[in-house]
C-alpha cells in the first residue's frame, strides 16, 4: 500500500466544471508539494503547503494537518488544465540536507471542450 | 534562463548496454535526485546528491551508479544489472532543506 495515496486515479471533466483532486498520507508531515505533469513529461511545482491554504490564479490547494490530508482544487476549469497532478510529502523530522520526498501515483486530469 | 536540462529526451539501447544519462543545473542548488516513474506509480528516488563528490542511494539504487564531480551535474549510469530499464527518468535539484525541488523534462530510455 503506497504511504500517499491519490484520488480520484483519474478524472475527466467538462471545461468550467469545479475541479477537486485528493491526498492522503499515512503518519505525520512537515510539507507537502503539488506537482503538475504536462503530457510531454515536464514537471513544474505548484504549491508548497505546511498549514492552511494557498491560492494561485484558478488553483486553490489545502492542507488539514490533523485529518492527514490535501486538496488541490481547479475553478472554471480549461482544456489547458488538462495534466497529472502529483501530491509528495516530507515526512516530520526531515533533516537540513537533501528532502527525501514520497510521491503519490498522480492523479490524470482530463478537461473536454 | 534558469532551470534544469536533461538529454537526450528519448534514448533508445539494446539490452546488455550500459547508458549514461545526463543532467545539467544552473540553479546553484546543492541537492540533486534522480527519479524514475513508471506508468501508474509514483516517482521512486534512485539517487541524490547533498554535494559534490558525495551521493546517497535512494529506495531502488541497484542497478544504477551516478557521479557527483561538479555543482552542476548529475548524471545517472544505467548499468545492464538494472533488471528492467526502460522507464521515463526524471532528474530535479533544490536548495538544502527546502522541501521544493525543481525538475527535468526528463529522458525516457527504452531497451530493445
Known amino acids: 500500500k503506497n504511504e500517499v495515496e491519490q484520488s480520484p486515479q483519474n478524472l475527466t471533466a467538462q471545461e468550467g466544471e469545479f475541479i477537486t483532486i485528493n491526498c492522503s498520507y499515512s503518519v505525520g508531515i512537515s510539507a507537502l508539494h503539488w506537482l503538475q505533469q504536462h503530457p510531454g513529461g515536464g514537471i513544474v511545482s505548484l504549491f508548497m503547503l505546511s498549514s492552511g491554504k494557498k491560492k494561485h490564479g484558478r488553483l486553490i490547494a489545502t492542507i488539514n494537518i490533523q485529518e492527514k490530508h490535501s486538496s488541490l482544487h481547479i475553478t472554471a476549469s480549461h482544456p489547458r488544465d488538462s495534466a497529472v497532478y502529483i501530491c509528495a510529502v516530507r515526512w516530520r523530522g526531515g533533516n537540513q540536507g537533501a528532502q527525501k520526498l514520497v510521491f503519490g501515483q498522480g492523479t490524470r486530469l482530463t478537461i473536454n471542450p | 534562463d534558469g532551470g534544469i536540462t536533461q538529454s537526450p529526451k528519448y534514448l533508445f539501447r539494446k539490452e546488455g548496454q550500459n547508458v549514461t544519462l545526463s543532467c545539467e543545473q544552473n540553479l546553484n542548488h546543492d541537492a540533486m535526485y534522480w527519479y524514475r516513474q513508471d506508468p501508474g506509480q509514483g516517482l521512486r528516488l534512485i539517487y541524490y546528491s547533498q554535494i559534490v563528490n558525495d551521493f546517497q542511494k535512494g529506495d531502488i539504487a541497484e542497478g544504477y551508479s551516478v557521479s557527483r564531480e561538479k555543482k552542476e551535474s548529475f548524471p545517472l549510469t544505467v548499468t545492464s544489472a538494472q533488471k528492467n530499464p526502460t522507464a521515463f527518468y526524471l532528474c530535479?535539484?533544490?536548495?538544502?532543506?527546502?522541501?521544493?525541488?525543481?525538475f527535468g523534462p526528463g529522458t525516457r530510455l527504452t531497451v530493445l
Open positions: 530535479a535539484s533544490s536548495n538544502l532543506g527546502l522541501v521544493e525541488q525543481f
